[in-house]
T-cell receptor, first 115, second 116 residues
């Protein structure tokens, strides 16, 4: 299957700081990228969907000013958690889908811990 | 919107036995059903998918069946091995042409444990 990478794989930061997570599709052009959050022993919760060159569409209850998403190219999307707080600690996973709009591939995830 | 129910939440089998995980969905517009395997601390990995024009699909020890009339689909793993131990998620989504951002709706997951 296609490869999606994320960086960093884990990050620890102090409360009030901002953290940027990168998501890259390595061997295909990702026309649509998704960002999910997953708490322990729970399912994946979709945060937002973005198309290359367009503003992201956020799910209900997700603060767009807190979780900034940029999808500037067909291979890169970034999620910036601004002014992070301990309740933002979670496993963040990106996902990408190509122009055929069928299969959706997931990255390895980023573990964010906010102290 | 779509609602996907997944059962059981946990499943423990002996190595070599078969494992079956079942999902139901509510939206008749859904016609794409992928299954993902997630190991601890990792992202979900697509293991098999099925579209509504097919009733069954098989890939080595893994098979998926779909009953669109009853709105349910199942994952079957035969000859289970310890490395099959993971959380499995089913999902559903409309598969239509066009530019819409059709979203996957996930089940809550099944923790499969294969005992040696």
């Amino acid at each position: 299957g296609a490869v999606v990478s994320q960086h960093p794989s884990w990050v620890i930061c102090k409360s009030g700081t901002s953290v940027k997570i990168e998501c890259r599709s390595l061997d295909f052009q990702a026309t649509t990228m998704f960002w999910y959050r997953q708490f322990p022993k729970q399912s994946l919760m979709l945060m937002a969907t973005s198309n290359e060159g367009s503003k992201a569409t956020y799910e209900q209850g997700v603060e767009k000013d807190k979780f900034l998403i940029n999808h500037a190219s067909l291979t890169l999307s970034t999620l910036t958690v601004t002014s992070a707080h301990p309740e933002d600690s979670s496993f963040y996973i990106c996902s990408a889908r190509g122009a055929a709009k069928v299969v959706q591939f997931f990255g390895p995830g980023t573990r964010l811990t906010v102290l | 919107g779509e609602n996907v129910e997944q059962h059981p939440s946990t499943l423990s089998v002996q190595e070599g036995d078969s494992a079956v995980i079942k999902c139901t969905y509510s939206d008749s517009a859904s016609n794409y059903f992928p299954w993902y395997k997630q190991e601890l601390g990792k992202g979900p990995q697509l293991i098999i998918d099925i579209r509504s024009n097919v009733g069954e699909k098989k890939d080595q020890r893994i098979a998926v069946t779909l009953n669109k009339t009853a709105k349910h689909f199942s994952l079957h793993i035969t000859e289970t091995q310890p490395e099959d131990s993971a959380v499995y998620f089913c999902a559903a989504r409309p598969l239509l042409s066009g530019g819409s951002n059709y979203k996957l709706t996930f089940g809550k997951g099944t923790l499969l444990t294969v005992n040696p």
